[in-house]
């Protein structure tokens, strides 16, 4: 298949949003972010298109789309039959350029970068397809599922043939799973109710409205100021009533020893996790957390900064995380999130996907379904993140009925933006940043 078929350029653009201007994704650490991405758009010489793109806050997303553009190199002129026979060998090529590699290695912008691109050739691969990306997943047999994935550095937690055996083990009712999945949907937390600046009445108003919307999970931003939490904490409970759940999170502001005692002074608000407590490169300092926090049956949450499988391999190993919370514009894509899926179904780790931004919810919803059609076969206390911003631009935006996200069906990886959205956004000379400059 696609025998004559090779990429024939790639394309980034910088679009940025001006979300500061309402708080909108305002947290502790992120206090004016204008949610951004730098995005992709592959070409081929049969005029099939594959898009991606990695998510960003604004200033600094020019660096990302000058490094995608130092990999150009790497792809163009490349046979997608070559990179999707064998795409963990294509994976490791890009991440393992011998100069490149150095600004990294496997992380950072170049990571980022890595992400962006990535995700730009599972969409082309889907479309060929003709498949949703998280349909072309389950349906790729466990061998070749497997062969997508770098096992370098995280065979001393997972082997290729345990994974392989893995995915086989759970091919038992497959196809009941897919089915239950396209008529449900997957459980969403909304994360639109708390951002840190929203004011009370905004908060309460949004926990009323999507309380009315069916959903039972709801997550505020904290680490500003204790009795202000506290206040905030108490004021969302007592909207959201005892039974529904609760989570808070920090956004790194705290070190290890201040995120333990700050939680203890929210413990009475029963938050199921804290995510992002602390660095998130300190692994043993999660360790530590978790284990301190246990005791007040409070989970930590981590990952949507986490570098790459590697981090992620010991933050699993080291018990330090009770939620894994992948990202599906970080680490190097698809490839290197299928890796942190079948460590944390080994080690027992809840996948909860970190989602918002731009695109996010669009893409990481194909991996948490493969995830439950092909890997864990379970819901059980799992939920995708939900932000409801920025859906408009997309394309295919998610579709989300009862507080659960339903599977897409067209082709691809649901990141197409709009070309009118492009031009509007397209940083700095887009009519949205032109008016901004000159009000
Ligand atoms: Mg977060």
């Known amino acids: 298949m696609y025998e004559d078929i090779s990429i024939t350029q790639i394309t980034v653009k910088d679009l940025r949003f001006p979300t500061s201007l309402q708080h909108d994704g305002s947290d502790a650490m992120h206090t004016n972010p204008d949610y951004s991405c730098a995005y992709v758009l592959l070409e081929t010489n049969n005029n099939q298109k594959g898009y991606g793109l990695t998510f960003t806050l604004g200033k600094g997303t020019e660096v990302v789309t000058c490094c995608i553009k130092a990999m150009e190199g790497l792809i163009v002129g490349r046979k997608v039959k070559d990179i999707f026979e064998h795409f963990g060998?294509?994976?490791?090529?890009?991440?393992?350029?011998?100069?490149?590699?150095?600004?990294?290695?496997?992380?950072?912008?170049?990571?980022?970068?890595?992400?962006?691109?990535?995700?730009?050739?599972?969409?082309?691969?889907a479309r060929l397809e003709g498949k949703p990306v998280w349909k072309l997943l389950v349906d790729l047999p466990p061998e070749k599922l497997v062969s997508v994935i770098d096992f370098r550095y995280i065979t001393d937690v997972i082997t290729r043939e345990e994974a392989i055996q893995m995915l086989k083990n759970r091919e038992e009712g497959k196809a009941n799973r897919e089915k239950e999945l396209l008529e449900n949907g997957y459980p969403a937390y909304t994360t639109q109710v708390g951002w840190i600046g929203y004011s009370t009445d905004k908060v309460k108003s949004l926990c009323k409205e999507y309380l009315n919307k069916g959903f039972t999970a709801f997550k505020i931003k904290v680490g500003q100021n204790l009795e202000e939490d506290r206040k905030r904490c108490a004021m969302v409970r007592e909207c959201i009533g005892d039974t529904n759940v609760l989570m808070v999170d920090a956004n790194q502001v705290w070190d290890v020893n201040e995120a333990i005692e700050w939680m203890k002074n929210l413990a009475e608000f029963k938050p199921l996790w804290i995510e992002e407590p602390t660095s998130p490169d300190d692994i043993l300092g999660h360790a530590t957390i978790a284990k301190e926090l246990k005791n007040y049956n409070i989970g930590v949450a981590t990952g949507e900064m986490c570098c790459n499988r590697v981090m992620f391999k010991q933050l699993l190993q080291a018990k330090a995380i009770e939620y894994c919370q992948i990202d599906s514009a970080r680490i190097g894509g698809i490839n290197e999130i299928l890796a942190v899926y079948l460590m944390a179904e080994k080690l027992k780790v809840k996948v909860c996907p970190h989602?918002?931004?731009?695109?996010?919810?669009?893409?990481?919803?194909?991996?948490?379904?493969w995830d439950f059609i092909s890997l864990s076969g379970s819901k059980e206390g799992k939920y995708i993140e939900y932000v409801d911003q920025q859906h408009e631009h997309f394309k295919v935006p998610v579709v989300i009925q009862s507080a659960a996200y339903i599977p897409p069906l067209e082709p691809g990886y649901s990141v197409e933006i709009f070309p009118d959205t492009m031009r509007k956004h397209e940083f700095p000379n887009g009519e949205i940043w032109k008016n901004i400059r000159t009000s």
């Not at 989602?355 to 379904?369: K, P, R, S, Y």
């Open 89 to 125: 060998n294509f994976w490791r090529t890009l991440t393992s350029d011998s100069q490149m590699r150095w600004i990294g290695p496997e992380k950072g912008v170049i990571h980022l970068a890595t992400a962006a691109i990535i995700n730009a050739l599972w969409d082309l691969w």
């Open 355 to 369: 989602a918002g931004g731009i695109g996010l919810c669009e893409m990481v919803q194909h991996l948490q379904f």
